[in-house]
């Protein structure tokens, strides 16, 4: 099982971690999580402006970053059906850029991709060699992302994450947990399946990789990793299970159990497809790392307690 308790000890070096999107949910975590490594600069948005590429070569150049770990993307899977341009430069040209600097520099990079880089047919869990093919513009952008990173030469990780929620900003959880605390009915999707993701344990696993690739004589390979909690659930379980957790913490609900449908993707149109199926395997990342990852009802409900301490 991995917990804090499982993890190496500290490396000592004064490195510098250029962490990007650090206001974001897992940016957030990796800021907490890294200063355990080294100086996390973690610039928002004011600061440097991604999506400006001149501004970005020249932050790499002022701060000669040592390891680069990159968590900004363009995550709103809708707008970028109409908002392409932006979605490729955040999902795609950024990461080849970052990538270009870590070739050049011989610096690894942390990356994180996305469950809808997958089909999304059949119900077997994807494997990290599995063929991908994207159903929306936000899927292909970040699919685009993995393949420039991987065909850059560089040394990277591409963690393969899914569902993704912490105890602040945009997520399927914030969203619920404030719909059921006004409505008395919701309907949600049931044949959409995959692992709900805490930010927390996607930061704590990249620490303990990180801590592993600077440890002398460690080996892990470049390469993509699928990283979730073990388990799986359709959007509406995890609504049913957010609702139960939340209820155990005392949180504000005015939803029943009863008052959450299950209903199909056919149901609830939206401008761009999901996947069906968001099973991913994440066997070749526990033995890599040697770790077990936990089951994904353990994982929300302590963010659901972390969410009620904060209130
Ligand atoms: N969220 C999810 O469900 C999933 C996410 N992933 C992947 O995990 C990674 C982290 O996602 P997550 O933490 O949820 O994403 P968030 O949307 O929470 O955070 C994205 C971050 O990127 C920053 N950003 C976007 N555009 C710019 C810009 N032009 N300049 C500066 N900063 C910018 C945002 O800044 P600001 O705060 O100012 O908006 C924000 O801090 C991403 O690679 C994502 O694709 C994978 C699977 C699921
Ligand atoms: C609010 C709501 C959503 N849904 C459905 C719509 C959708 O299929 C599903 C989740 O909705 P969201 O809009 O939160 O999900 P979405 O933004 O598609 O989430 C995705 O984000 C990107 C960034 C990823 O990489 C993915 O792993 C995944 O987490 O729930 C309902 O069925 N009923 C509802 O009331």
């Not at 990007?20 to 999580?33: D, P």
């Not at 109409?82 to 795609?92: I, T, V, Y």
């Not at 149901?267 to 099973?279: F, G, I, K, Q, V």
Request: proline share 6%.
């Amino acid at each position: 099982m991995i917990s804090e308790r499982s993890l190496l000890p500290p490396y000592t070096s004064p490195l510098t971690i250029f962490v990007t999107g650090g206001n974001g949910q897992v940016g957030f975590e990796l800021q907490r999580q890294l200063a355990t490594l080294g100086n996390v600069l973690a610039p928002g948005r004011a600061a440097l402006d991604l999506s400006d590429a001149n501004a970005v070569t020249a932050y790499l150049a002022t701060h000669q970053p040592d390891v680069v770990v990159n968590a900004a993307a363009y995550t709103a899977v809708d707008n970028a059906e109409s908002d392409q341009a932006m979605a490729e430069r955040l999902n795609a040209a950024l990461p080849e850029q970052l990538a270009e600097y870590c070739q050049q520099q011989s610096k690894w990079l942390i990356h994180y991709s996305s469950d809808y880089v997958y089909t999304g047919q059949g119900s077997e869990p994807w494997q990290e060699s599995d063929t991908t093919g994207p159903c929306n513009v936000y899927g292909a952008t970040k699919l685009a992302g993995d393949e420039a990173v991987a065909n850059s030469g560089c040394q990277h990780l591409i963690f393969r994450t899914s569902w993704v929620y912490s105890a602040f900003g945009k997520s399927f959880l914030a969203t619920m947990l404030r719909l059921g605390a006004e409505r008395s009915a919701l309907s949600i999707i049931n044949d959409q399946v995959g692992a709900p993701t805490p930010a927390r344990l996607i930061a704590l696993v990249t620490q303990q990789a990180l801590t592993r690739l600077l440890s002398e004589g460690a080996t892990l390979t470049s390469g993509v990793y699928h990283l979730a909690p073990r388990g799986e659930t359709s959007w509406h379980g995890f609504a049913c299970e957010i609702f139960k957790a939340a209820k155990q913490c005392g949180l504000p609900l005015v939803i029943t159990p009863d008052g959450v449908s299950a209903i199909p993707t056919t149901d609830y149109p939206t401008p761009a497809a999901r996947p069906l199926n968001s099973r991913l395997s994440v066997d070749k990342l526990e033995k890599a790392l040697a770790v077990q990852l936990p089951d994904w009802q353990s994982q929300l409900a302590l963010t659901v307690e972390e969410i009620a301490r904060s209130r």
